[in-house]
């Protein structure tokens, strides 16, 4: 099946530094990918929806200078998490649309990218 | 509106048991809705899907009802086992443009062996 792979998986780092998130898909290319967080016991939240070529389209009360996002190409999009405050621990996750490559309305998701600021 | 993510609820059941998990949508324009189950510290996976046109839809091992009417689903799991275990959650896809999924609130099933 087709694959999405995050990484880092894990990432400690300490407050006011940039943490950057990488979503690939591996084996087909996507238009289309979206950013999650989810805190503990939690639903995961849809963050932003990041379309290849132009800009990302963020959901209501999430800053778009806090999390930038990129997707430069059709197999990568990038979630950088600027000058990062302990609240922004948390789980991030992110899918990929294979688009025609896929059934209809289906997405494959990343294993999430674990974030502690310290 | 968007459904917003509150505490889970829980389910234990024994192993062997059939296990029910509800879900409420909240966009009567919703027309297609997925099952997803997430292991801890891990994205979830894919379990099931089902369009609005349907109100019922069989897998292996599981069932998935849909009512428009009160939108409402759940998940039926037979036999289920220990490696069931896990939280799963419903999502409701909200066309936007592009595959917009709206997550439910999920819930944490536990199976005792």
């Known amino acids: 099946g087709a694959v999405v792979s995050q990484h880092p998986s894990r990432v400690i780092c300490k407050s006011g530094t940039s943490v950057k998130i990488e979503c690939r898909s591996l084996?087909?290319?996507?238009?289309?990918m979206f950013w999650y967080r989810q805190f503990p016991k939690k639903s995961l939240m849809l963050m932003a929806t990041?379309?290849?070529?132009?800009?990302?389209?963020?959901e209501q009360g999430v800053e778009k200078d806090k999390f930038l996002i990129n997707h430069a190409s059709l197999t990568l999009s990038t979630l950088t998490v600027t000058s990062a405050h302990p609240e922004d621990s948390s789980f991030y996750i992110c899918?990929?649309?294979?688009?025609?490559?896929?059934?209809?309305?289906?997405?494959?998701f990343g294993e999430g990218s674990r974030l502690t600021v310290l | 509106g968007e459904s917003v993510g509150l505490h889970l609820p829980t389910l234990s059941v024994q192993e062997g048991d059939n296990s029910i998990i509800n879900c409420a949508y909240s966009?009567?324009?919703?027309?297609?809705f997925i099952w997803y189950k997430q292991e801890s510290g891990k994205g979830p996976q894919f379990i099931i899907d089902?369009?609005?046109?349907?109100d019922k839809r069989q897998g292996q091992r599981v069932t998935v009802l849909l009512n428009k009417t009160v939108k409402h689903l759940s998940l039926q799991i037979a036999a289920t086992q220990p490696g069931d275990s896990a939280v799963y959650f419903c999502?409701?896809?909200?066309?936007?443009?592009?595959?917009?999924?709206?997550f439910g609130k999920g819930t944490k099933l536990t199976v005792n062996p």
């Open positions: 899918s990929a649309d294979p688009g025609l490559a896929g059934l209809d309305g289906e997405l494959f």
């Open positions: 084996d087909f290319q996507a238009t289309t």
């Open positions: 990041s379309n290849e070529g132009s800009k990302a389209t963020y």
């Open positions: 966009n009567s324009a919703s027309d297609y």
């Open positions: 089902i369009r609005s046109n349907m």
């Open positions: 999502a409701e896809n909200i066309w936007g443009g592009s595959e917009k999924l709206v």
